[in-house]
């Protein structure tokens, strides 16, 4: 039997990430192999050589630290803690330790994809969802007709739906194609991407959230793969350009 290997495929296993999120931890120089940072994820390894992980190394320090996850949500799936009908997005995390003690950090709907927080420190989840924080969240939409330039001052002084008395707050609309768009809100109501839309007459047909705070979504990240947020990650969060 070889006694080596190659490091994505120890990566991934040591701790429990896809050979795609491994290989993307290795190209971005957060993997030492015996002290030395290795960036080629074909590096042959032996058996008997150390990983290190720096964020899980100093989670582990810490003994008590709380765990921060980056999922790329599909569809199909809920973001609550239990649901009778469909499956939820903590079940993804089966594979973790405690993984009842995970929630997520505020909702996408059903259909929504993208970026979505994991956590199980609940003091991290009441500051982030709070309306007071202000955090903005940017979303990509596929809309059913076509958008107008207009439309950009519309979201911009903000929108009065017709079922509702509130009107939302100023949100940023980026026209990226006839149909798409990126949206940038910061109020967190229920279902406002779909429902800023529905104010200008148009309609969702696809969303997906690519940022909240200064935090992208890792396009390594397949849909329904996830992998930890390192202790700057989890900062990026709660800052904006402002
Ligand atoms: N706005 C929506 O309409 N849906 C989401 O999932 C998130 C924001």
Redesign the pocket.
Known sequence: MSDKLRLDKAVAHNYDVSRTVAAALIRQGRIRVNDEIITDAATKILLTDTIAFDEYEQQAEQGFAKRYFMLNKPAGMVCADRDRDLPIVLNLFYEQNHAEQLHCVG???Q??TGLLIVTDDGDFIHKVTSPKQQIP?V?QASVALPLKEHDIVLFARGLKHPDEKKRYAPAQLELLSERQAQVT?TE?????????FECIDNQ?LE?K?VQIGLLRLDEDLEEGEYRPLSAQEVQLIMQDNA
Do not use: S
């Open positions: 909702r996408l709907d259909d929504t969240k979303y809100v967190g109501r229920y279902h406002e991407v779909k429902r800023l969702v969303l959230r």
